[in-house]
């Protein structure tokens, strides 16, 4: 009997205490943050506070993505709207026919380059195609840690993208 008293409290602590997903979140973090350094002990590094705070899905990486195509797009769209603007004042100008036939075709090949700039999709789309777009591509974990590199502890907190199940570090920003 007293032995299975043992067995159930030893299964009980084991059950409670253990957080895989934490744990693999601290040993990829201090990986990622102590590569190419000293080991652990002599930097005197420390997690103070680890939590999951969100996931990136592939939603949420085709918005962005297109984000970016849309931004770094805009400057060619806002150069020739300029050029099509600059077109339209010389046309209001001039008299010659001839010139009045080749600013219009210029202003509609202006407009049709403008119209189809905005339409452009991102080429870099492709490997979502078969994706769900509720897939989890990453999990966001907010770490806060203490290091002394030279004696005095620093206190730093980041938001750390990992991959879903915490193997990978795909790479950090501070928390704001």
Same mark, same amino acid.
């Given at each position: 009997?007293?032995?299975?008293? +043992?067995?159930?409290?030893?299964?009980?602590?084991?059950?409670?205490?253990?957080?895989?997903? =934490?744990?693999? +979140?601290?040993? =990829?973090?201090?990986?990622?943050?102590?590569?190419?350094?000293?080991?652990?002990?002599?930097?005197?590094?420390?997690?103070?506070?680890?939590?999951?705070?969100?996931?990136?899905?592939?939603?949420?990486?085709?918005?962005?993505?297109?984000?970016?195509?849309?931004?770094?797009?805009?400057?060619?769209?806002?150069?020739?709207?300029? @050029?099509?603007?600059?077109?339209?004042?010389?046309?209001?100008?001039?008299?010659?026919? @001839?010139?009045?036939?080749?600013?219009?075709?210029?202003?509609?090949?202006?407009?049709? =380059?403008?119209?189809?700039?905005?339409?452009? =999709?991102?080429?870099?789309?492709?490997?979502?195609?078969?994706?769900?777009?509720?897939?989890?591509?990453?999990?966001?974990?907010?770490?806060?840690?203490?290091?002394?590199?030279?004696?005095?502890?620093?206190?730093?907190?980041?938001?750390?993208?990992?991959?879903?199940?915490?193997?990978?570090? +795909?790479?950090?920003?501070?928390?704001?």
């Amino acid at each position: 009997m007293k032995h299975v008293f +043992y067995l159930l409290i030893a299964v009980f602590m084991v059950s409670c205490g253990s957080n895989s997903s =934490t744990s693999n +979140y601290e040993k =990829t973090i201090t990986d990622n943050l102590l590569k190419g350094s000293d080991t652990k002990e002599n930097l005197n590094f420390k997690i103070i506070e680890i939590s999951e705070t969100g996931n990136v899905t592939v939603a949420d990486s085709i918005a962005y993505l297109t984000d970016e195509f849309q931004k770094n797009n805009q400057p060619n769209i806002s150069k020739i709207e300029l @050029a099509k603007k600059m077109s339209e004042d010389l046309l209001a100008r001039e008299k010659n026919q @001839a010139k009045i036939d080749k600013y219009n075709a210029d202003i509609a090949r202006m407009s049709n =380059t403008i119209d189809s700039l905005k339409n452009l =999709t991102p080429d870099n789309l492709n490997g979502y195609d078969s994706k769900n777009p509720n897939d989890v591509l990453a999990v966001i974990v907010r770490c806060k840690y203490s290091i002394a590199p030279g004696g005095t502890a620093v206190e730093e907190t980041f938001d750390f993208y990992l991959s879903p199940d915490g193997s990978k570090c +795909y790479g950090k920003t501070r928390a704001k």
